[in-house]
């Protein structure tokens, strides 16, 4: 913790500025921001720079305005590691299915080099190059179709489309394809699955649409009722399905399987 404070000691001197003018600068942008949270007073920079206090969020951003510094690197020298957020979060396991929203901070990772690019239409044994050059961003599930996506966590505790999307899969959602397919397919492991917002969380199924109600149908296997809703005003479809990761291993399913969650189903 005391190295950061030496970090942006140094920083400042290389800067000329002095404990006055950092002052006279934050005391600025807490005006621009309507806040006096980001003023940094003579003695509190005094204590940041020599005694190892930790600044606020608010005076972090002033000192790293005023000293032209990238917040996610400063966040790094007080040890907080965002280029282990995904990673540290996907660790968690949460019951409900819900989207992923770590940004390119918590990709920032050591990225592979030229020559082991990855042929994609050749299996590939991901842990070699791992080992070999660091973690690999939550972004890159985004190689298998070179686009950008939104993601997502099927909850531990949803078997709605078991088996196939298991408890804990990681998803990557298309936003550009909302649109309801009415056929074009030929099994299950073929018809489009949607990622779709309620009210009180997300869901993830088969869907069909009739005038004004989407109907959101579990996979079969899972024994769960379908569930109707009003659209657009009930349910907002984020987009379909586009790639997934997820364990293959044995889940140990519930002896009774959840129902759908309370106050969610309309039946019309």
């Given at each position: 913790?005391?190295?950061?404070?030496?970090?942006l000691k140094?920083?400042r001197?290389?800067l000329?500025?002095t404990?006055?003018e950092v002052?006279?600068a934050?005391?600025?942008?807490?005006?621009e921001?309507g806040?006096e949270e980001?003023?940094?007073?003579?003695s509190?920079?005094?204590?940041i720079?020599n005694?190892?206090?930790?600044?606020s969020?608010?005076?972090?951003y002033s000192?790293?305005?005023?000293?032209?510094?990238d917040?996610?690197e400063v966040?790094?020298w007080?040890?907080i590691?965002?280029d282990?957020l995904?990673?540290?979060?996907?660790?968690v396991?949460l019951?409900?299915?819900?989207?992923?929203?770590?940004g390119?901070a918590?990709?920032?990772?050591?990225p592979?080099p030229?020559?082991?690019?990855?042929?994609?239409?050749k299996t590939?044994?991901l842990?070699e190059?791992?080992?070999?050059f660091?973690k690999?961003?939550?972004?890159f599930?985004?190689?298998?179709?070179g686009?950008e996506y939104r993601?997502?966590?099927i909850g531990?505790a949803?078997?709605s489309?078991?088996?196939v999307?298991?408890?804990?899969?990681l998803?990557?959602?298309d936003?550009?394809r909302?649109?309801i397919?009415?056929?074009g397919?030929?099994?299950?492991l073929?018809?489009?699955v949607?990622?779709?917002q309620l009210?009180?969380?997300?869901?993830?199924?088969?869907?069909?649409l009739?005038?004004?109600r989407?109907i959101?149908?579990p996979?079969p296997?899972?024994?769960?009722?379908?569930e109707?809703?009003?659209f657009p005003?009930?349910?907002?479809?984020i987009?379909?399905v586009a790639?997934?990761a997820?364990?293959l291993e044995?889940?140990k399913?519930?002896?009774?399987r959840?129902a759908a969650?309370?106050?969610?189903s309309?039946?019309?």
């Open positions: 913790m005391d190295r950061a404070g030496e970090k140094r920083v001197e290389r000329h500025l404990f006055r002052e006279r934050s005391q600025r942008i807490a005006a921001r806040s980001f003023a940094i007073a003579l509190r920079l005094a204590d720079e005694k190892g206090t930790v600044p969020l608010y005076r972090l000192l790293c305005a005023i000293y032209r510094l917040h996610h966040l790094g007080y040890g590691p965002l282990h995904a990673a540290d979060g996907l660790s396991e019951d409900a299915t819900h989207e992923v929203r770590f390119p918590s990709e920032a990772v050591v592979l030229l020559e082991t690019e990855i042929d994609w239409e590939t044994f842990s190059f791992v080992h070999r660091g690999m961003p939550l972004s599930l985004r190689g298998f179709a686009g993601y997502g966590l531990c949803d078997w489309m078991y088996p999307l298991h408890p804990g899969a998803i990557a959602i936003e550009k909302r649109k397919a009415h056929g397919w030929t099994n299950e073929d018809r489009p949607y990622f779709l009210r009180d969380g997300y869901r993830c199924g088969y869907c069909t009739r005038g004004d989407l959101l149908q996979h296997a899972s024994e769960q009722p379908a109707v809703f009003e005003r009930e349910i907002e479809v987009g379909q790639g997934v997820m364990r044995s889940w399913r519930p002896l009774v959840p969650t309370p106050g969610a309309r039946d019309r």
